[in-house]
């Protein structure tokens, strides 16, 4: 099974937030990024704007000039509903997928969101995701440990930028499986 590890950025911490954008790296190191199009901007703060927007690296983005779907790394930008097909067709290359991230209480459920609800999911996805979170509390390790530390990735950090995170929720996990 391959395990999928990702991280989503987000318009805030209530109910009817909105996918700002979300990354994903395989364990053999494919990786997917996307930036939402029609998120809620009037739900964005100034902390959003400093800490999420100001990470976002596909301004220039040209959907029809720079969209390769069957590139190992896919990045693209747009609608809710072409991120929808672009990940499900990036995802479809596995045969079944192990979802991981780090507190995942809002990824998961913003992940499932991109196709309406759990039950639309690709079917190659296993329906229990998983957190490293917990793999830390399971090995004994205080799980607000800064991730960035811990996976000794704190050069050229881009902190909440879904990709990078995503990249830093994998390292950890391998650095946790060695212990």
């Known amino acids: ?32 990024y996307a930036e939402l199009t029609d998120y809620d901007k009037s739900q964005v703060d100034d902390w959003i704007k400093d800490n999420v927007i100001s990470n976002l690296t596909l301004q220039n983005y040209d959907i029809d000039k720079d969209y390769e779907p069957y590139a190992k790394n896919v990045k693209t930008k747009g609608t809710k509903e072409h991120v929808e097909q672009a990940l499900s067709h990036w995802l479809h290359q596995f045969e079944q997928v192990e979802i991981w991230s780090d507190c995942l209480s809002y990824d998961w459920v913003l992940f499932n ?22 793999l830390f509390k399971a090995k ?40």
């Open 1 to 32: 099974m391959t395990k999928v590890f990702f991280d989503t950025e987000f318009t805030g911490l209530h109910q009817n937030t909105t996918l700002i954008s979300i990354g994903l790296i395989s364990d053999c190191g494919k990786t997917f």
């Open 113 to 134: 969101q991109i196709w309406g609800h759990a039950f639309n999911i690709p079917k190659n996805i296993y329906y229990i995701p998983f957190d490293i979170c917990t």
């Open 140 to 179: 004994g390790i205080d799980p607000d440990i800064s991730r960035e530390e811990f996976s000794n990735m704190k050069e050229n950090a881009q902190k909440h930028n879904a990709l990078w995170d995503a990249k830093v929720i994998k390292r950890c996990f391998e650095t946790l499986n060695l212990i």
